[in-house]
């Protein structure tokens, strides 16, 4: 996507041809800086301190993550060290392992000088790739918010959102808006509700910022304000993405997304859940008992930063006493999602169809 009008990705390989860049994301809103990784530490780092987030970009940057270690030891030994030490950054999105796995079963067959050559061009094709499903996934899509905008006769067609599934979450387009930024170019007018997301209110800090660079109309809702929209007539669709699914459909979001989906259902509103196919996970059916939900630090839940007098301050929120709890992900049941918008086509979400994706 374009940011000032230069078009960008959210990680590439630098000209030097020894590190790769990224959008520092814990600087955004406030400010837009790129940031160098150049062994894989910097990689793992990048992941867990959450510089990167979203679960196909956490997949991109544990494969270049990847090519770091193979660059400094292409041994059999390194290989594996990498592979678990990103391994171990963050537990819930599926993507991570997916791209692990892939980079290490290119990688294990080669003889170890081949191996830094063939983990930068693998690492590139993971990106090139993601970026070609999330389009795909946003033509799909496109389809359902075109029929929706056919029923409301040109009025905008509103959609919520929950966290951020956007292009900075991915390599380039996002999963859940890119549906949302092929209608708005296609003329279609959209209205997106953006979820602040607390605590690290990546709707609030990056789908709005996002959304307000390619000039999609969209305004920022404190998280407990869906279902009384939803009651209003005031949400057309919800369109969440997902960090895994599971082979019967169940999927596991931002933490919240759950009780949007309650909420949708109470209120005949569809809930449509945009994903690549990497982001299933064939080997996990019920998601609430076998996915492990990342609990992180209670410091996010007890301070806040923002904008103040041309820096940027971190405050605390909460009585000094008080315990914190920060459970970061929830399960959304298969049977309250209206559909799976994937990139090989529309489907519901069941053990059939998606094993039919195979
Ligand atoms: O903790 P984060 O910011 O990595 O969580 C991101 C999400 O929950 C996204 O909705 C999900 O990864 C889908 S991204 C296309």
Redesign the pocket.
Known sequence: MKVDGKAYRTIWPDSDGESVIILDQTLFPHRFETARLTVVEDAARAISD?LV????L?GATAAYGMVLAMRSDASDAALRAAYEQLHAT?PT?INLRWALDRMEAVLRPLPHGDRAGAAWEEAARVCDEDVGINSAIGDNGLAIIRDVAAKKGGSPVNILT????GWL??VDW???TAPIYKAHDAGIPVHVWVDETRP?N?GAFLTAWELGRHGVPHTVIVDNAGGHLMQHGQVDMVI????RTTARGDVC??IGTYLKALAAQDNGVPFYVALPTPTIDHRVSDGVAEIPIEDRSGDEVRFISGRSGGGITQVDLLPPASAVANP??DVTPARLVTALITEKGVIPATEGAIAGLR
Do not use: L, V, W, Y
């Not at 929950?162 to 599934?165: D, K, M, Q, S, T």
């Not at 969440?240 to 960090?243: A, E, I, K, L, V």
């Open positions: 959450m987030r979203g679960a196909p956490i963050r999105a929950h966290c951020n599934a979450a991915t996002g999963t859940a690290r990546q969440t993405g997902t960090d979001n931002k970061s992900f």
